[in-house]
């Protein structure tokens, strides 16, 4: 072998060598720790810490009280599961041409939701619907809009699925992820008993993920667990309108979560030239929930606008004003709905549509948004 020929091998080497060390230094080892609000019980498992858990009772001070406890809510998973999850939520690995990831729409910074009236999917035209909050929806018994969804894990399948969301199918999310360098590995940390990747590992993990994304400490919350200064004037004004039996929002809007987690029919109008979206009444296949929706959160609320099912309005102001049109007042001629009993004619004046508004701009609380990934297991932005 000629000199020449033998530093060329050596420096081959030497790059496979550094190769090798990178990767191995570039190696995604999942978190060992639960996210903050979350404590690992002997287990393993995180689970949820919160002051509302203090209050036992969902009337405890009375109907419509503040200090009421949380219903039922998703936890328990590993802090491993969760970091994965991070991961994948970030990751347009997940669609077949790599362009969208769940955080295509549901953006940290802008509530989990992505500013616009309807989402736009893979086939760059607008889906049906918007893009809600995912923050706290470990707590919904019922998901997607039109409430067709009973878990997470049951979810998740939508998105990825849709043909005008995701556009994946199952067999291709299983290859991209099987056959990139690190995600094979991820998942053994996460589940560590399974030998391949499944899809069920994959709905658990986003689930978990999307499980962490807790918003109950804003200044509502301190003004709830009794330190009174948290809210102004203004918005404990706004607050005694929303809970009067004048305007009547906390009955469907209840604390804490500010969702009752029902279905109710409130006749919101469509954007223009869109037809009528009939929302629960397909899952449930019941006419008399004909334009019904689940009550959203309003967690968050003043960072998802625009506002309802698709976007019709693009402010607060107008979504709340809504509510003082008068029962029924955008149900399309011909079209019969049976509109929630609450919905009817508050007659508020324009300054208690205003204190309202200041109310609700008191529930955001994004302290414990999570770290976007700087760097994915796909090298994808
Ligand atoms: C193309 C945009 C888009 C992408 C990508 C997307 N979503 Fe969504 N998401 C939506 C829209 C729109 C809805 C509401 C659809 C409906 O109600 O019919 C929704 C609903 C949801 C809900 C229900 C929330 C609730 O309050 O009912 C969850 C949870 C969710 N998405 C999680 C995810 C996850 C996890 C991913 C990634 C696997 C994902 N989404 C990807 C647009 C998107
Ligand atoms: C009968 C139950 C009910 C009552 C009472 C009610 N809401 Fe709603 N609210 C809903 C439902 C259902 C939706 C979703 C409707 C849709 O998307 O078409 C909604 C949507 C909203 C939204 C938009 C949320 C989003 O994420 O887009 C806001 C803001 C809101 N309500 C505020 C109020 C206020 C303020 C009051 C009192 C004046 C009130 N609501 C009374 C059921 C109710």
């Given amino acids: 072998m000629s000199l020449r020929s033998f530093t060329l091998?050596?420096?081959?080497?030497?790059?496979?060598?550094?190769?090798?060390?990178?990767?191995?230094?570039?190696s995604f080892v999942l978190s060992e720790h639960c996210p903050p609000s979350f404590e690992k019980n002997a287990q393993g498992q995180c689970k949820l810490v919160n002051m509302y858990q203090m209050y036992d009772s969902i009337e405890n001070k009375g109907m419509g009280g503040t200090q009421t406890s949380l219903p039922p809510y998703r936890d328990g998973f590993t802090p491993q599961q969760i970091d994965l999850g991070r991961y994948l939520f970030f990751d347009p690995l997940l669609s077949p041409n790599q362009t969208l990831s769940c955080a295509s729409c549901h953006q940290p910074q802008k509530g989990f939701a992505d500013g616009l009236d309807r989402s736009i999917g893979i086939l760059g035209e607008k889906v049906k619907r918007a893009a809600p909050t995912l923050w706290n929806a470990a707590f919904l018994q019922r998901l997607f809009w039109d409430g067709r969804a009973t878990t997470l894990e049951q979810q998740a399948a939508g998105p990825l699925f849709a043909a005008d969301e995701m556009g994946n199918t199952p067999e291709q999310l299983l290859n991209s992820l099987q056959n990139n360098t690190y995600y094979p590995d991820m998942f053994k940390q996460a589940f560590p008993a399974s030998q391949k990747i499944e899809l069920a590992q994959i709905y658990r993990a986003l689930a978990a993920f999307q499980s962490s994304l807790i918003s109950l400490n804003s200044r509502y919350d301190h003004y709830a667990h009794g330190y009174h200064q948290a809210l102004t004037e203004p918005e404990i004004e706004g607050m005694n309108i929303f809970r009067s039996f004048v305007a009547?929002?906390?009955?469907?809007?209840?604390?804490?979560l500010f969702t009752n987690q029902q279905i109710a029919v409130i006749g919101t109008p469509e954007?223009?030239?869109?037809?009528?979206?009939?929302?629960?009444?397909?899952?449930?296949?019941?006419?008399?929930?004909?334009?019904?929706?689940?009550?959203?959160?309003?967690?968050?609320?003043?960072?998802?606008?625009?506002?309802?099912?698709?976007?019709?309005?693009?402010?607060?102001?107008?979504?709340?004003?809504?509510?003082?049109?008068?029962?029924?007042?955008?149900?399309?001629?011909?079209?019969?709905?049976?509109i929630h009993w609450h919905i009817w004619e508050p007659n508020l004046t324009e300054q208690e549509i205003d204190r309202i508004v200041d109310f609700l701009g008191a529930l955001t609380d994004e302290s414990l948004t999570p770290a976007i990934p700087q760097r994915l297991p796909s090298g994808l932005k």
């Fill in 9 to 26: 091998l050596l420096s081959a080497v030497a790059m496979l060598v550094c190769a090798n060390l990178s990767s191995a230094s570039e």
């Fill in 248 to 256: 009547r929002c906390s009955e469907c809007h209840t604390p804490p």
């Fill in 271 to 338: 954007p223009a030239g869109l037809p009528l979206d009939v929302g629960a009444e397909t899952p449930f296949h019941s006419e008399k929930l004909k334009g019904g929706f689940k009550v959203p959160t309003l967690r968050n609320i003043v960072k998802t606008a625009p506002y309802m099912h698709s976007g019709v309005f693009p402010t607060l102001r107008e979504a709340v004003d809504f509510y003082n049109k008068g029962r029924g007042h955008a149900v399309p001629e011909g079209v019969k709905m049976y």
